[in-house]
């Protein structure tokens, strides 16, 4: 009669940890996948839109009384005499090593434009998400503790007033108001013009390229130019995000453990904030994220009326010049923003929702 060994507890815990590195490694590998391909995709629908889109790029480059020989000389150069697929693979290929072409309305590289202009949208969306949680939340909370109270009807009137008043019109009622009469705020432009130049790029944000570099007066004056368009953002924003905040804790407020943590006497204050208030946290990431995108994409009309060098602007100026190269890597950056930003919700996701790991 033999015996088999017994399994130490040494080697169980070993196998445990490999098994859980093993899992981890899966879900690594899961999760760089699903980029991947959500990029793929992206990358074929800016390129098959570029395609479609009745814009000739070749009559761009070479303007509309070139000759045909000059013609077909550029569409060869430009390889749009190859079957559709090789474009595409040239395209995958080019987009893979950082080449996103040349643009025609700047004449400098396209990843060289996005990396001038991307910063500073990026910028005045992050204050301006910044003003719709810090102030949005708050108020969506408030009007449903109090729901019916005239409190949560102004709050409902802010939140109406968010959607439906055109950007425009608010930025330049802003500019009129606080730049134009009250002298409170800077003027268009991310900064003064004798201010142009003098702070040696980093990483392209201007606060945080002035304080590297010691320009606290530089400083102090983008901060007066960003502080309206970002508010005007942060206004859109911080409707949408009070409207959902307040439509989540209404859905919360109204469940049993809420009527019972109150009829056992706890403060009125930890029922909203720790019992109502933490089990929304995870929908409000989503909507937060979502908010946070849109404000990079949909500033367009705000960057107009304010002359700010940015994304949205640098994207008008290429689709009215048919720019097409400097169109479809805006496009891709904007769609990689929303990539990155649903994927960093997912990760969020886990942290605050133990179910969902």
Known sequence: MSFEPPISLDMEV?????????RRLRAI????????????GLLAI?????RVIPIDPVLAVVGDRASNEVYAAARTAMGLDQPLIVQFFHYVLNVFSGDLGQSVSTGRA??????????????????????????????????????GSWIDQIIRVVGLLGYSMPAFWLGLVGLALFYAKLRWVGGPGRIDIFYD????PVT???????LLSGDVDIFLNAITHLILPASVLGFFSLAYIARMTRSFMLDQLGQEFVTTARV??????????????????????????LSYAGLLEGSVMIETVFSWPGIGNYLTTALLNADMNAVLGSTLVIGSVFICINKISDVLYRVLDPRAR
Do not use: C, Y
């Open 197 to 200: 130049g003098l702070v040696p």
């Open 110 to 147: 396209v990843v060289d434009d996005i990396s001038r202009f991307f910063p500073a949208t990026l910028e005045m969306a992050t204050i301006g998400i910044a003003i719709g949680v810090l102030v949005g939340v708050p108020l969506g909370v408030i009007a449903a503790s109090r729901q």
């Open 46 to 50: 800016t390129f098959f839109i570029g």
């Open 204 to 210: 392209g944000l201007l606060l945080v390229d002035s």
């Open 14 to 22: 070993a196998a445990a940890g490999r098994r859980r590195f093993g």
């Open 29 to 40: 590998g899961g999760f760089v996948a699903t980029i991947l391909l959500t990029f793929l």
């Open 264 to 289: 056992k006497g706890v403060p009125e204050r930890l029922v909203i904030w720790r019992h109502a208030f933490n089990p929304i946290r995870v929908q409000l990431i989503t909507v937060v994220g």
